[in-house]
């Protein structure tokens, strides 16, 4: 194996490495919803869920669409339903059948 040869294969991994190091962080569950806190479905930016995003993914940041109604975001007690998504949406304390990925 030439100097160069080796040395693209251990770029290639590394930044493999880097990458599978960067989802595994990124998608560790957090931390339940305090008192003051409640969990709000259909309010996440694609990839910026705090948790549960349905079938096929694992947990935070994994929301493959904006606004996934299955997706939620902890946000404050009392303000979940007040939150206003385009479309005239608005959040919901439970999941929602609406703005789901293709399965």
């Known amino acids: 194996m030439t100097t160069r040869t080796t040395i693209s294969v251990a770029a290639a991994m590394a ?6 190091a960067a989802t595994a ?3 560790q569950p957090k931390p339940p ?3 003051d806190q409640e969990k709000c479905f ?7 869920n ?4 349905g079938p096929g ?5 994994t929301s493959k669409i904006d606004y996934q109604g299955n ?4 946000v404050p007690k009392g303000t979940c339903t007040t939150v206003m998504a385009p479309g005239n949406r608005m959040g919901s ?3 929602v059948n609406r703005d789901l990925p293709p399965s």
Do not use: M
């Open 15 to 20: 930044a493999s490495l880097a990458y599978a």
């Open 25 to 27: 962080a990124h998608a």
């Open 33 to 35: 919803p305090t008192a």
């Open 42 to 48: 259909g309010v996440a930016l694609k990839g910026q």
């Open 50 to 53: 705090d948790c549960a995003a």
């Open 57 to 61: 993914t694992t947990c935070a940041g």
């Open 71 to 74: 997706a939620w975001k902890i």
């Open 93 to 95: 304390l439970q999941a």
